[in-house]
Protein backbone atom coordinates (compact mmCIF):
# COMPACT_ATOMS: atom_id res chain seq x y z
CA UNK A 1 0.00 0.00 0.00
CA UNK A 2 1.50 3.30 -1.12
CA UNK A 3 0.50 5.58 2.49
CA UNK A 4 1.37 2.25 4.58
CA UNK A 5 4.95 0.88 5.34
CA UNK A 6 6.81 -1.24 7.59
CA UNK A 7 9.94 0.56 9.17
CA UNK A 8 12.34 -1.04 11.59
CA UNK A 9 13.02 0.56 15.21
CA UNK A 10 16.53 1.67 14.29
CA UNK A 11 14.88 3.93 11.72
CA UNK A 12 13.48 5.95 14.58
CA UNK A 13 17.12 7.36 14.91
CA UNK A 14 16.50 9.58 12.11
CA UNK A 15 13.53 10.90 13.75
CA UNK A 16 14.02 14.25 15.27
CA UNK A 17 15.78 14.47 18.67
CA UNK A 18 13.71 15.00 21.64
CA UNK A 19 14.97 16.91 24.13
CA UNK A 20 12.85 15.69 27.14
CA UNK A 21 9.21 13.98 27.49
CA UNK A 22 6.76 15.02 29.76
CA UNK A 23 3.96 12.79 30.49
CA UNK A 24 0.56 14.30 30.71
CA UNK A 25 -1.97 11.39 31.62
CA UNK A 26 -0.88 8.42 33.90
CA UNK A 27 -4.15 5.97 34.57
CA UNK A 28 -2.82 3.61 36.73
CA UNK A 29 -6.76 2.59 37.18
CA UNK A 30 -7.19 2.18 41.20
CA UNK A 31 -10.77 4.19 39.78
CA UNK A 32 -12.09 5.19 37.02
CA UNK A 33 -10.83 8.75 37.09
CA UNK A 34 -11.59 10.56 34.63
CA UNK A 35 -12.76 8.39 32.30
CA UNK A 36 -16.82 8.33 31.10
CA UNK A 37 -18.25 5.02 29.71
CA UNK A 38 -20.23 5.34 27.01
CA UNK A 39 -21.88 1.93 26.18
CA UNK A 40 -21.02 -1.68 27.62
CA UNK A 41 -19.77 -2.83 30.87
CA UNK A 42 -17.06 -1.15 31.87
CA UNK A 43 -15.06 -0.88 35.37
CA UNK A 44 -12.36 -1.90 37.53
CA UNK A 45 -10.95 -4.90 38.81
CA UNK A 46 -7.46 -5.51 40.09
CA UNK A 47 -5.86 -2.35 38.70
CA UNK A 48 -7.38 -2.48 35.62
CA UNK A 49 -10.03 -0.83 33.51
CA UNK A 50 -12.08 -3.97 32.14
CA UNK A 51 -15.35 -4.00 29.81
CA UNK A 52 -17.15 -6.98 30.49
CA UNK A 53 -19.48 -7.16 27.79
CA UNK A 54 -18.49 -9.99 25.31
CA UNK A 55 -21.35 -9.88 22.73
CA UNK A 56 -21.65 -5.93 22.40
CA UNK A 57 -20.21 -4.39 18.96
CA UNK A 58 -20.12 -1.45 20.25
CA UNK A 59 -18.80 -0.48 23.47
CA UNK A 60 -16.71 2.84 24.24
CA UNK A 61 -15.38 4.64 27.12
CA UNK A 62 -13.88 8.20 26.75
CA UNK A 63 -11.29 10.62 28.34
CA UNK A 64 -10.19 14.19 27.95
CA UNK A 65 -6.52 14.10 26.73
CA UNK A 66 -4.18 17.24 25.59
CA UNK A 67 -3.54 16.50 22.67
CA UNK A 68 -1.03 18.55 20.07
CA UNK A 69 2.02 18.58 18.95
CA UNK A 70 3.41 14.89 19.17
CA UNK A 71 2.47 12.43 21.83
CA UNK A 72 2.78 9.05 22.24
CA UNK A 73 -0.32 6.99 24.38
CA UNK A 74 0.67 3.84 25.85
CA UNK A 75 -1.16 1.05 27.81
CA UNK A 76 -1.21 -2.14 28.15
CA UNK A 77 -4.03 -4.60 26.94
CA UNK A 78 -5.81 -8.30 28.21
CA UNK A 79 -8.27 -9.80 26.16
CA UNK A 80 -10.52 -11.84 28.92
CA UNK A 81 -13.31 -13.00 26.46
CA UNK A 82 -15.34 -13.56 23.36
CA UNK A 83 -14.37 -13.49 19.92
CA UNK A 84 -16.91 -16.40 19.50
CA UNK A 85 -20.69 -16.67 19.56
CA UNK A 86 -20.40 -20.64 20.72
CA UNK A 87 -17.73 -23.98 21.33
CA UNK A 88 -19.12 -24.89 18.15
CA UNK A 89 -17.75 -21.76 16.40
CA UNK A 90 -14.91 -21.74 18.63
CA UNK A 91 -14.10 -25.37 17.05
CA UNK A 92 -14.71 -24.43 13.51
CA UNK A 93 -12.44 -21.51 13.97
CA UNK A 94 -14.99 -19.09 13.17
CA UNK A 95 -13.39 -16.16 14.94
CA UNK A 96 -14.55 -12.42 15.15
CA UNK A 97 -13.36 -9.74 17.72
CA UNK A 98 -11.29 -6.68 17.91
CA UNK A 99 -10.74 -3.28 20.11
CA UNK A 100 -9.18 -0.38 19.12
CA UNK A 101 -8.97 3.79 20.23
CA UNK A 102 -10.17 7.03 18.52
CA UNK A 103 -7.66 9.56 18.66
CA UNK A 104 -8.29 13.27 18.16
CA UNK A 105 -11.98 13.07 19.22
CA UNK A 106 -13.91 15.94 19.00
CA UNK A 107 -17.26 16.37 20.46
CA UNK A 108 -17.44 12.14 21.50
CA UNK A 109 -21.08 11.08 22.40
CA UNK A 110 -20.45 11.27 26.17
CA UNK A 111 -22.11 8.62 27.85
CA UNK A 112 -24.30 7.48 25.18
CA UNK A 113 -24.57 4.73 22.84
CA UNK A 114 -22.65 5.71 19.06
CA UNK A 115 -21.07 4.41 16.02
CA UNK A 116 -18.29 6.69 15.62
CA UNK A 117 -17.01 9.29 18.51
CA UNK A 118 -17.39 13.05 16.92
CA UNK A 119 -14.57 13.90 14.41
CA UNK A 120 -11.47 11.42 15.07
CA UNK A 121 -9.85 8.49 13.82
CA UNK A 122 -10.14 5.23 14.85
CA UNK A 123 -7.48 2.81 15.24
CA UNK A 124 -8.57 -0.78 15.42
CA UNK A 125 -7.23 -4.18 15.48
CA UNK A 126 -9.81 -7.14 14.22
CA UNK A 127 -9.55 -10.83 14.21
CA UNK A 128 -12.24 -12.48 11.95
CA UNK A 129 -11.58 -15.41 10.26
CA UNK A 130 -15.65 -16.22 9.35
CA UNK A 131 -16.77 -17.23 6.51
CA UNK A 132 -19.62 -15.03 5.66
CA UNK A 133 -16.69 -12.65 5.66
CA UNK A 134 -14.17 -14.04 3.78
CA UNK A 135 -16.87 -14.09 1.41
CA UNK A 136 -18.86 -10.95 1.36
CA UNK A 137 -16.46 -8.69 3.02
CA UNK A 138 -12.99 -10.06 2.42
CA UNK A 139 -11.54 -6.42 3.17
CA UNK A 140 -11.75 -7.29 6.79
CA UNK A 141 -10.87 -10.84 6.39
CA UNK A 142 -7.82 -12.01 8.58
CA UNK A 143 -5.69 -10.09 11.26
CA UNK A 144 -5.60 -6.55 10.34
CA UNK A 145 -5.05 -3.35 11.54
CA UNK A 146 -7.59 -0.80 10.38
CA UNK A 147 -8.43 2.99 10.18
CA UNK A 148 -11.59 4.70 10.18
CA UNK A 149 -12.41 7.92 10.08
CA UNK A 150 -15.37 9.21 12.03
CA UNK A 151 -17.22 12.17 10.71
CA UNK A 152 -19.26 12.33 13.81
CA UNK A 153 -20.85 10.05 16.07
CA UNK A 154 -23.54 8.46 13.34
CA UNK A 155 -20.90 8.36 10.85
CA UNK A 156 -18.14 6.22 10.46
CA UNK A 157 -15.95 4.67 7.38
CA UNK A 158 -13.00 2.81 6.91
CA UNK A 159 -10.26 4.23 5.22
CA UNK A 160 -8.07 2.90 2.33
CA UNK A 161 -5.34 1.82 5.44
CA UNK A 162 -6.34 -1.63 5.58
CA UNK A 163 -3.52 -3.64 6.61
CA UNK A 164 -3.57 -7.49 6.31
CA UNK A 165 -0.95 -8.05 9.12
CA UNK A 166 -0.42 -11.38 8.17
CA UNK A 167 1.11 -10.57 4.79
CA UNK A 168 2.37 -7.54 5.65
CA UNK A 169 4.73 -9.47 8.45
CA UNK A 170 5.39 -12.16 5.59
CA UNK A 171 6.58 -9.55 3.82
CA UNK A 172 9.02 -8.69 6.53
CA UNK A 173 9.88 -12.39 6.72
CA UNK A 174 8.19 -12.79 9.73
CA UNK A 175 5.64 -16.24 9.97
CA UNK A 176 2.59 -15.41 11.96
CA UNK A 177 -0.69 -17.73 11.80
CA UNK A 178 -3.77 -17.74 13.34
CA UNK A 179 -2.75 -20.40 16.09
CA UNK A 180 0.33 -18.32 16.69
CA UNK A 181 -2.14 -15.45 18.08
CA UNK A 182 -3.11 -17.60 20.83
CA UNK A 183 0.07 -16.72 22.69
CA UNK A 184 -1.20 -13.08 23.19
CA UNK A 185 -4.69 -14.39 24.68
CA UNK A 186 -4.60 -14.18 28.37
CA UNK A 187 -1.50 -12.04 28.51
CA UNK A 188 -0.48 -8.19 28.99
CA UNK A 189 0.01 -7.07 25.48
CA UNK A 190 1.54 -3.43 24.94
CA UNK A 191 0.48 -1.23 23.05
CA UNK A 192 2.41 2.18 21.90
CA UNK A 193 1.13 4.38 19.31
CA UNK A 194 2.35 8.12 18.25
CA UNK A 195 0.84 10.55 16.88
CA UNK A 196 1.84 13.84 15.38
CA UNK A 197 -1.44 16.06 15.35
CA UNK A 198 0.80 18.74 12.64
CA UNK A 199 1.46 16.84 10.36
CA UNK A 200 -1.04 13.93 10.90
CA UNK A 201 1.76 11.38 10.89
CA UNK A 202 0.81 8.04 13.04
CA UNK A 203 3.16 5.22 14.03
CA UNK A 204 2.15 2.20 16.07
CA UNK A 205 3.94 -0.71 17.29
CA UNK A 206 3.48 -3.67 16.05
CA UNK A 207 2.65 -5.85 19.38
CA UNK A 208 3.16 -9.37 17.48
CA UNK A 209 6.55 -8.23 16.68
CA UNK A 210 8.09 -4.85 18.53
CA UNK A 211 10.66 -3.79 16.96
CA UNK A 212 8.86 -2.99 13.76
CA UNK A 213 6.07 -0.30 13.50
CA UNK A 214 3.91 0.75 11.24
CA UNK A 215 3.08 4.38 9.73
CA UNK A 216 0.65 6.07 7.97
CA UNK A 217 -0.26 9.33 7.21
CA UNK A 218 -4.23 10.78 7.55
CA UNK A 219 -5.44 14.63 7.37
CA UNK A 220 -4.19 16.51 10.77
CA UNK A 221 -7.60 18.88 10.07
CA UNK A 222 -9.47 16.17 11.94
CA UNK A 223 -7.29 15.63 15.02
CA UNK A 224 -8.47 19.02 16.58
CA UNK A 225 -10.26 17.04 19.58
CA UNK A 226 -9.38 16.80 23.04
CA UNK A 227 -10.86 13.44 23.73
CA UNK A 228 -9.39 9.73 23.42
CA UNK A 229 -11.82 7.00 23.45
CA UNK A 230 -11.34 3.19 23.97
CA UNK A 231 -13.35 1.04 22.25
CA UNK A 232 -14.11 -2.84 21.78
CA UNK A 233 -16.15 -5.26 19.41
CA UNK A 234 -17.77 -9.37 20.69
CA UNK A 235 -14.48 -8.85 23.09
CA UNK A 236 -14.39 -8.82 26.91
CA UNK A 237 -10.72 -6.68 27.48
CA UNK A 238 -9.18 -5.12 30.45
CA UNK A 239 -6.67 -2.63 29.70
CA UNK A 240 -4.04 -0.94 32.04
CA UNK A 241 -1.28 1.43 32.71
CA UNK A 242 -2.77 3.92 30.07
CA UNK A 243 -0.14 7.11 29.39
CA UNK A 244 0.13 10.16 27.13
CA UNK A 245 3.43 11.42 26.90
CA UNK A 246 4.29 14.86 25.57
CA UNK A 247 7.56 14.82 23.00
Do not use: C
Amino acid sequence: MKKVALIFAALLLLLPLVVSAQVIVSDEFETLVEWVPGYGQWGIRGGMLIQRDAQTGLARIDRSVPQRGEVEISFQVRYEAGGFPDQAALRAGQLHGGFGIHVGVNNPPLGRIAWGAGQSYLLWLNLDTRRETMTGASEHFGFRGQVYESERNSVMNITPLNVDIQAELAAAGITLGIDDIEQFLGVLVPIRIRVNYNTGRIMVADPTAPTLWFYFDVDPSVLRGNYVSLRTNSLAVSFSDFKVTQR
